[in-house]
C-alpha cells in the first residue's frame, strides 16, 4: 500500500488534473486532522505511513533532477499547465454546466428536476439540480446512517470483513472528495458497486 500510495501521488503531481491535485492537498491534512480528532495515537501512525512514501518521493525526485536537469522544465510545464487551465474551453465549459444545474434548482423551486434532466461537472450542483432539497437530505441521512453501521461493524477487528469495510470505504471517501471538487461521481457506477460491498460488509457482521 505505500508504495501504491507513492506512485499514485506522483502520478497524480505529474499530471494536469486539477481535481486529482486538489484531492490530495485536501485529503492527506483532512485524514491528519481526522487521526487527530480520534485519539488513540492514529496521528503518529498516520504521520509513520505518510512518511515513507512521501520521503521516497522526495529523494527520488531530487536525484533525478540531479541526474537530469531537464526534469524540471517538464515540470514547469506541468506546473504551467495546470495553473492555467482557468482560461481554457474545458474549465470555461464546466463551469457553464453546474451554472446551468444550479439555475434547473432554483428554477424547480428547490424540488429538483429528476435524474438524468441535468449534468453538471460536479457533484454538489448535480445533486441539487436532479434531487432537490430533498434528495440532499436524503443522501446525507443515508451517509450518516451507513457511517454509524460502518462504525459499529470496525469494531469487531476479527471479523473478515472489516478488511473489506476498511478498503472500500477508503476508496468511496476518495471519490467524494474528487465529486464535490469537480467531477459529477453521482453517476459513475463503481461507486455504487463501493457503497453496496460497504453496506452488504457492514450487515453481514452485524448477522454474525
Known amino acids: 500500500p505505500d508504495l501504491l500510495l507513492m506512485l499514485?501521488?506522483?502520478?497524480?503531481?505529474?499530471?494536469?488534473?486539477?481535481?486529482?491535485?486538489?484531492?490530495?492537498a485536501i485529503g492527506?491534512?483532512?485524514?491528519?486532522?481526522?487521526?487527530?480528532?480520534q485519539g488513540g495515537g492514529n496521528v503518529g501512525r498516520l504521520t509513520r505511513v505518510l512518511a515513507l512514501p512521501f520521503g521516497t518521493?522526495?529523494?527520488?525526485f531530487a536525484a533525478l533532477a540531479i541526474l537530469r536537469p531537464e526534469i524540471l522544465d517538464a515540470v514547469g510545464e506541468v506546473v504551467s499547465a495546470t495553473l492555467g487551465k482557468a482560461g481554457t474551453e474545458s474549465f470555461t465549459e464546466r463551469g457553464e454546466m453546474n451554472d446551468a444545474a444550479w439555475q434547473a434548482f432554483l428554477?424547480?423551486?428547490g424540488l429538483g428536476i429528476g435524474?438524468?434532466?441535468t449534468r453538471s461537472s460536479s457533484m454538489v450542483p448535480g445533486l441539487l439540480a436532479g434531487g432537490g432539497v430533498v434528495g440532499v437530505v436524503a443522501a446525507l441521512w443515508c451517509g450518516v446512517r451507513m457511517r454509524r453501521a460502518l462504525r459499529a461493524a470496525r469494531a469487531f477487528r476479527g471479523h473478515p470483513a472489516t478488511v473489506a469495510?476498511?478498503?472500500?470505504?477508503a476508496a468511496a471517501a476518495g471519490q467524494l472528495l474528487a465529486a464535490v471538487i469537480a467531477a459529477p461521481i453521482?453517476?459513475?457506477?463503481?461507486?455504487?458497486?463501493?457503497v453496496?460491498?460497504?453496506?452488504?460488509?457492514?450487515?453481514?457482521?452485524?448477522l454474525d
Open 107 to 109: 428554477a424547480s423551486h
Open 28 to 37: 492527506l491534512p483532512a485524514i491528519l486532522v481526522l487521526g487527530a480528532t
Open 165 to 169: 469495510i476498511d478498503c472500500f470505504a
Open 115 to 117: 435524474w438524468g434532466s
Open 57 to 60: 518521493l522526495v529523494l527520488g
Open 196 to 206: 453496496g460491498i460497504l453496506a452488504a460488509a457492514g450487515a453481514r457482521v452485524a
Open 186 to 194: 453521482i453517476v459513475t457506477p463503481i461507486f455504487f458497486v463501493q
Open 8 to 24: 499514485c501521488i506522483l502520478t497524480v503531481f505529474l499530471s494536469t488534473s486539477t481535481t486529482g491535485i486538489a484531492a490530495v
